[in-house]
């Protein structure tokens, strides 16, 4: 069993800073790419920011510039800072790794946190 754990969601004024955390645990082999999603009130849940193992990061461009993922592939763990926080950006944040669950499992499953919001008031 894999599991997701999220933190770091709050209320901030605008133009405020949040840091969202996000680690598995459980049978895990190999983590591939890790990323945060959001969903707003009425919206499709969109992808805000994905990090390959490798490293390579890509962004929305409606958080280009504000937003930086981060990984910690010993623990585990994926990071979201968000700076220059607006209204829009109000939302739960979900986490997703792409893993591998053990050698013997030759394909990635998508495993999904619990969320966390995070709300901006103007």
């Known amino acids: 069993q894999v599991q997701l754990e999220e933190s770091g969601g709050n209320l901030v004024h605008a133009g405020g800073s949040l840091r969202l955390s996000c680690a598995a645990s459980?049978?895990?082999?190999?983590?591939?790419?890790m990323a945060w999603y959001r969903q707003a009130p009425g919206k499709q849940r969109e992808l805000v920011a994905d990090e390959t193992f490798g490293g390579t990061a890509t962004y929305s461009d409606l958080v280009k510039g504000r937003f930086t993922i981060s990984r910690d592939n010993a623990k585990k763990t994926v990071y979201l800072q968000m700076n220059g926080l607006k209204p829009e950006d109000t939302a739960v944040y979900y986490c997703?790794?792409?893993?591998?669950?053990?050698?013997?499992?030759?394909?990635?499953?998508?495993?999904w946190g619990q969320g966390t919001q995070v709300t901006v008031s103007s």
């Open positions: 459980g049978t895990i082999f190999e983590i591939y790419t």
């Open positions: 997703m790794m792409r893993i591998r669950p053990h050698t013997g499992i030759p394909y990635q499953n998508d495993y």
